[in-house]
């Protein structure tokens, strides 16, 4: 199993940037599909972004042209670049991980798909 830690939450303004890092353990990093959830109160979890062992890049349409999904393979590290964000991009992010593929052609498929996730941290983006 890997274990997964996200990293750089933060209270920013509206219009602001910030990057979301997730570290994990696995030796074997590169064999995982990788994806980004996110969490606000009281609504369900929705996939945010998504990248394949191969390089595939998936994301919802609400972050389209406004965030970007990566991954080094080398320092085991998955990464989310917001830019222009906006209040409604406020919750808690989380990482997640899959041995298998983690992507269709709309997005990123259901968390069920994921069994193995990091603790979250908190975005909060305020007008």
């Known amino acids: 199993q890997v274990q997964l830690v996200e990293s750089g939450g933060a209270s920013v303004q509206s219009g602001g940037s910030l990057t979301l890092s997730c570290a994990a353990s696995?030796?074997?990093?590169?064999?995982?599909?990788m994806a980004w959830f996110r969490q606000a109160p009281g609504k369900e979890r929705e996939g945010v972004a998504g990248i394949t062992r191969a390089g595939n890049l998936r994301y919802t349409d609400a972050v389209k042209g406004r965030f970007t999904i990566s991954r080094d393979n080398a320092k085991s590290t998955l990464y989310l670049q917001m830019n222009s964000l906006k209040p409604e991009d406020t919750a808690v992010y989380y990482c997640?991980?899959?041995?298998?593929?983690?992507?269709?052609?709309?997005?990123?498929?259901?968390?069920?798909?994921?069994?193995?996730w990091g603790q979250g941290t908190q975005v909060t983006v305020s007008s």
């Open positions: 696995a030796v074997t990093f590169s064999a995982y599909c």
């Open positions: 997640a991980a899959s041995p298998d593929y983690c992507v269709y052609n709309n997005g990123v498929l259901p968390d069920r798909n994921f069994p193995h």
